[in-house]
Every structure is written in structure tokens, then in C-alpha cells.
């Protein structure tokens, strides 16, 4: 396994070269998201959770708070948030969304036909839960 890590870098720097120029650059992060957000979590440690999740066409999330910020990435498709005392949100493919903590909500893929594919970033106490389900 090491060795194919090893082999594949050494592809990619020599097609980088043999491409010229403007390929050898290094590689810049686009900004899609800046947000300064209140509630993360305050002690000596945190943990880092990164999940995905795929939500069919027509499927909701349970109804739930974070104890924490939550960042949603949008990979394909389109995601609708419904928070309790606030209008929906909607993000689509390539779009960012910051999930605030302690408001009770739900999220949808209102679509027919094309799944909601997205990556969820989360930073919590220690062996936190990632949502809290509200019955």
C-alpha cells in the first residue's frame, strides 16, 4: 500500500512537470464558507468529527438540535434546513451551510430524483454525540 502511495506521488509530480508551468503551481484552497459562529466547545480538548451522509430523494433528517455548530458541505444535489423560529434554508452543490447548536430542526431533500450528497464537519466535547433526537 505504501509503495503505491509512493508511486502514485511520483506520477502525479511528473505529469505536473510535463504539463509546464502554470500546473507546478502549488494548490490553493478556494474559500467557500468564512462565518464567525458562538457555542463551540470550550475545553482543553476537542474532538473533530467529519461525516457523510446521503439523503434520498424525498428523505428527511430526524427532528434534533447540536450541542455545537455543525458546517454542512454540499457535494451534489440540493439540502433544505427548517429550524424552529427562523425561515428554511436551502444549499445546493458546491454551497456551505454553519447549523446553529441548541435550535431544534430538520432537513430535507425536497427533490424527486436526485440524491443529496453531503459532508458534515463537527467539532464536539470528547465522545460527544453528533445530534441530540427530540421525540
Do not use: C, K
Request: aromatic content about 6%; charged content about 15%; hydrophobic content about 45%.
Amino acid at each position: 500500500m505504501r509503495h503505491a502511495i509512493v508511486r502514485a506521488s511520483i506520477l502525479a509530480a511528473l505529469a505536473m512537470l510535463a504539463a509546464g508551468p502554470a500546473a507546478a503551481q502549488p494548490a490553493r484552497p478556494e474559500l467557500v464558507l468564512r462565518e464567525a459562529v458562538d457555542g463551540m466547545p470550550r475545553g482543553e480538548r476537542q474532538e473533530v468529527q467529519v461525516l457523510t451522509a446521503t439523503i434520498a430523494p424525498g428523505q428527511a433528517t430526524v427532528f434534533h438540535t447540536h450541542r455545537f455548530p455543525v458546517t454542512v458541505y454540499i457535494l451534489q444535489g440540493a439540502f433544505t434546513l427548517e429550524m424552529e423560529g427562523r425561515p428554511p434554508v436551502t444549499v445546493s452543490a458546491g454551497q456551505a451551510m454553519v447549523e446553529p447548536p441548541g435550535v431544534r430542526m430538520t432537513g430535507y431533500n425536497r427533490s424527486a430524483a436526485e440524491p443529496a450528497r453531503v459532508v458534515i464537519f463537527y467539532a464536539t466535547d470528547p465522545g460527544g454525540p453528533f445530534l441530540d433526537p427530540i421525540h
